[in-house]
């Protein structure tokens, strides 16, 4: 046999095991592969159920207490009660001296002053002079004692006001709370107001007062004109006037 016959065998062998490396290697490259591959392909499955699952599920919903609002004229509600109504009259009494002694000022200041221009042709100058001073002096007088008698009268007026505002509060917050009322809100100023309407049912305005009254037990003051403020709310609670329609 030839050397080169004897060589074949080998390198067939060497062939065939070259071949049989690289097959091992590729079979171990598949079979790590094949569980990354998996894996990969589990992954967008789970996302997608986790996402499905988030969707489905119905949101906790939290339940809302149905909204139930009344509306008060506060300030009407406030100055109509028998204990503001009857602690007024007696502030007006406190200064009607006052009053009386500012109006004989002010009627004496038009008496000096009539009599000036009836004897202006028989006064000299100086006369003139002399009583248009007098009547100067008693016009700064009058406005001294108007404002100090309109300041003292607005401080005690306010006083009044507080109290009673304050014990008017808590009855109605008791009365809203009672009745189930979720806001109460304001109607008293007409010139800015809050309230554009509003039906009558929702008007706890007399309610307050009749319940105010009742709590405090004191009877209404005796039925005098000069007892009622001359700027004061009429006697009915104003009524929440309608929105304009567009």
Request: charge should be neutral; aromatic fraction near 4%; avoid cysteine.
């Given at each position: 046999?030839?050397p080169?016959?004897?060589?074949?065998?080998?390198?067939?062998e060497a062939?065939?095991?070259?071949?049989?490396k690289?097959?091992?290697?590729?079979?171990?490259?598949?079979?790590?592969f094949?569980?990354?591959?998996?894996?990969?392909?589990?992954?967008?499955a789970?996302?997608?159920?986790?996402?499905?699952?988030s969707t489905?599920?119905?949101a906790?919903t939290?339940?809302a207490t149905?909204?139930k609002?009344?509306?008060?004229?506060f300030?009407?509600?406030?100055?109509q009660?028998n204990e503001?109504q009857?602690?007024?009259g007696?502030?007006?009494?406190k200064?009607?001296?006052r009053?009386?002694?500012?109006?004989?000022?002010?009627?004496e200041?038009?008496?000096?002053?009539?009599?000036?221009?009836?004897?202006?042709?028989?006064l000299?100058?100086?006369e003139?002079?002399?009583?248009?001073?007098?009547i100067?002096?008693k016009k700064r007088?009058?406005?001294r004692?108007?404002?100090?008698?309109?300041?003292?009268?607005?401080?005690?007026?306010?006083?009044?006001?507080?109290?009673v505002a304050?014990?008017v509060?808590?009855?109605?917050?008791?009365?809203?709370?009672?009745?189930?009322?979720?806001?109460v809100?304001?109607?008293?100023?007409q010139q800015s107001?809050?309230?554009?309407y509003?039906v009558?049912?929702?008007?706890i305005?007399?309610?307050i007062?009749?319940?105010?009254?009742e709590?405090s037990g004191i009877?209404?003051?005796?039925?005098?004109g000069?007892?009622?403020p001359?700027?004061g709310?009429a006697v009915?609670a104003?009524?929440?006037?309608?929105a304009?329609?567009?």
């Amino acid at each position: 046999m030839s050397p080169s016959a004897m060589l074949k065998p080998r390198r067939q062998e060497a062939r065939h095991a070259g071949t049989s490396k690289e097959l091992l290697i590729r079979m171990k490259r598949l079979t790590l592969f094949v569980p990354l591959l998996a894996a990969v392909s589990i992954i967008p499955a789970a996302a997608q159920g986790t996402s499905s699952s988030s969707t489905q599920r119905p949101a906790a919903t939290a339940t809302a207490t149905p909204a139930k609002v009344a509306v008060i004229a506060f300030q009407a509600a406030v100055t109509q009660t028998n204990e503001f109504q009857r602690a007024f009259g007696d502030l007006q009494k406190k200064y009607d001296p006052r009053r009386q002694q500012i109006k004989a000022l002010s009627d004496e200041i038009d008496t000096l002053t009539k009599q000036l221009q009836a004897d202006d042709a028989k006064l000299t100058d100086d006369e003139k002079v002399a009583r248009s001073r007098a009547i100067d002096e008693k016009k700064r007088q009058l406005d001294r004692d108007t404002q100090d008698a309109q300041s003292d009268f607005q401080s005690d007026m306010q006083d009044l006001m507080n109290r009673v505002a304050g014990k008017v509060g808590a009855v109605m917050t008791d009365y809203a709370e009672k009745h189930g009322f979720t806001l109460v809100l304001d109607a008293s100023d007409q010139q800015s107001p809050t309230v554009l309407y509003a039906v009558d049912t929702t008007n706890i305005t007399k309610q307050i007062i009749d319940a105010y009254n009742e709590k405090s037990g004191i009877p209404p003051p005796p039925a005098q004109g000069a007892n009622q403020p001359s700027s004061g709310p009429a006697v009915d609670a104003p009524q929440p006037q309608a929105a304009p329609t567009h």
